[in-house]
């Protein structure tokens, strides 16, 4: 596995670059946001890298800093989201602002990046919301006045689920009773009772 790339910039475009490392040509690819970022050809350069393996395809997917790499795994942890979408996601937002769009909930934000529809968008949200607080360089503080209860989010993924909202309010208000404070243990406490 590598995880670590030191070379110099052989060539770049703003999806791949190539890294001359040794005489070895590595192609990395990078987000927008790391793109920008990248010094000029010839220039040295030194990449956090995450290698995605399957059994028919190696890449390389290449981050200046490790609080995007960490990003872009939290992202591609998500069902559904491969290492394509979560690079092009981190395209269309800085890790920082992606962030605090979950952290906040907010899907508008997330609806804004190409190639993010609104039940990918929702997914991340409850997926991701308690999870951001953990990247590296994260200071995991809420945003104030932006916070919706965590009842009012577990509402909504359960009448996303298909559930019909009065038998998620009440799923709902069960599971707090019972202790459940999380979203998820929220979420999955509620499924219980609701299939019961």
């Not at 919706?148 to 993924?157: E, M, N, Q, R």
């Not at 996303?160 to 069960?174: C, D, H, M, W």
Request: net charge negative.
């Amino acid at each position: 596995m590598i995880a670590r790339l030191s070379g110099r910039v052989e060539d770049k475009a703003p999806d791949h670059l190539i890294v001359d490392v040794g005489g070895v040509g590595y192609q990395v690819f990078v987000s927008l946001q790391t793109f920008y970022r990248l010094p000029e050809r010839g220039q040295p350069v030194s990449l956090h890298i995450h290698t995605h393996v399957r059994e028919d395809i190696l890449q390389l997917f290449g981050f200046l800093d490790e609080q995007e790499k960490a990003g872009f795994v939290l992202l591609k942890g998500v069902s559904g989201i491969g290492p394509r979408l979560a690079v092009n996601i981190l395209s269309g937002i800085p890790v920082e602002d992606l962030e605090d769009a979950l952290r906040a909930g907010d899907v508008t934000r997330l609806l804004a990046v190409p190639g993010v529809g609104r039940r990918t968008a929702e997914r991340l949200v409850v997926e991701l919301r308690e999870k951001v607080g953990a990247l590296p360089g994260s200071d995991g503080a809420a945003i104030p006045g932006a916070q919706v209860p965590v009842s009012t989010d577990a509402v909504s993924a359960l009448v996303n689920l298909g559930y019909r909202q009065s038998q998620a309010e009440k799923a709902v208000q069960n599971a707090l009773r019972d202790g459940r404070s999380t979203l998820t243990d929220i979420i999955q406490e509620s499924l219980r009772s609701l299939s019961a």
